[in-house]
C-alpha cells in the first residue's frame, strides 16, 4: 500500500531564505506526482504536476524534482515571500497499468515565513 | 471559469440527520472526485467518478455514505444518518481527464454535534 510521507511538519523561516520541503513515497510504480498548496480555511491549489518520466518541473519561484527509482521528490522555493505562508501538501498517482490508480496524498508541511 | 463549486460552504447539524453536499465541476472536466479532509487521517479520497459513472467508491466509509453524478455538471454526496465522527471537511475536485491535473473546490466543513 502507497504511503506518502512529508518531513517537516512545520517550517519556520525568515523571508528571502530558499527552503526545500520535502515527499517520500514507498512505492516507486507511480504515474505522476503533483504538489498542492492550502491556506487556512481553503481548498488546495495546485502548483506542479511531475510525470514519472520527468525529473523537475518549474513555475516561477518553485521548482519541483522527482527521483522515483529513491522514492523522492521535493519542492523548491525560492527567495520565500511572507505570502509563500500555507501548508504544502505532496500527492503522488499510482500507477495501476492504466495510469488510473488514485492520488494519495501526504499530511503536508506548514510553511510560515516571516517578514 | 468559475472552478469548481461547492455548497454549502458550512454545515452544521445534529446526530442522525441526512446531510447532502454539492459539487459542480470545472465545465468540460470528465472526472470528479470527493475526499475528506482531517486532522488525524489527512486527505482521503472517497470516490471518483468518470464521465458521469463511479469508479472507485472504496474509500467510502460506511454504507451510510452514497454519491451521485446525475450529469456532467453535478454531484452530490449524502450522509444519512449522519455521526459526530462525520465531522471534516469535505473537497470535491474535478479533472479534464482522470489522470490529468486535479482542480479543487473551496470545501464543506460539516459539523455534526
Known amino acids: 500500500k502507497q504511503e506518502v510521507t512529508q518531513i517537516p511538519a512545520a517550517l519556520s523561516v525568515p523571508e528571502g531564505e530558499n527552503l526545500v520541503l520535502n515527499c517520500s513515497f514507498t512505492d516507486s510504480a507511480i504515474y505522476n506526482l503533483q504538489w498542492f498548496r492550502q491556506d487556512p480555511g481553503k481548498g488546495l491549489t495546485s502548483l506542479l504536476l511531475?510525470?514519472?518520466?520527468?525529473r523537475e518541473q518549474t513555475s516561477g519561484r518553485l521548482n519541483a524534482s522527482l527521483d522515483k527509482s529513491s522514492g523522492r521528490s521535493t519542492l523548491y522555493i525560492a527567495a520565500s515571500q511572507p505570502g509563500d505562508s500555507a501548508t504544502y501538501l505532496c500527492?503522488?498517482?499510482?500507477?495501476?497499468?492504466?495510469?488510473?490508480?488514485?492520488?494519495?496524498f501526504g499530511k503536508g508541511t506548514k510553511l510560515s515565513v516571516k517578514p | 471559469d468559475a472552478g469548481v463549486i461547492q455548497s454549502p460552504r458550512h454545515e452544521v447539524t445534529e446526530m442522525g440527520q441526512e446531510v447532502t453536499l454539492r459539487c459542480k465541476p470545472i465545465?468540460?472536466?470528465?472526472?470528479l472526485f470527493w475526499y475528506r479532509q482531517t486532522m488525524m487521517r489527512g486527505l482521503e479520497l472517497l470516490i471518483y467518478f468518470n464521465n458521469n459513472v463511479p469508479i472507485d467508491d472504496s474509500g467510502m466509509p460506511e454504507d451510510r455514505f452514497s454519491a451521485k453524478m446525475p450529469n456532467a455538471s453535478f454531484s452530490t454526496l449524502k450522509i444519512q444518518p449522519s455521526e459526530p465522527r462525520d465531522s471534516a471537511v469535505y473537497f470535491c475536485?474535478?479533472?479534464?481527464?482522470?489522470?490529468?491535473?486535479?482542480?479543487f473546490g473551496p470545501g464543506t466543513r460539516l459539523t455534526v454535534l
Open positions: 511531475i510525470q514519472s518520466s520527468q
Open positions: 475536485a474535478s479533472s479534464p481527464r482522470l489522470v490529468n491535473e486535479q482542480f
Open positions: 465545465s468540460g472536466h470528465n472526472s
Open positions: 500527492a503522488v498517482r499510482g500507477d495501476d497499468g492504466g495510469g488510473q490508480g488514485n492520488l494519495i
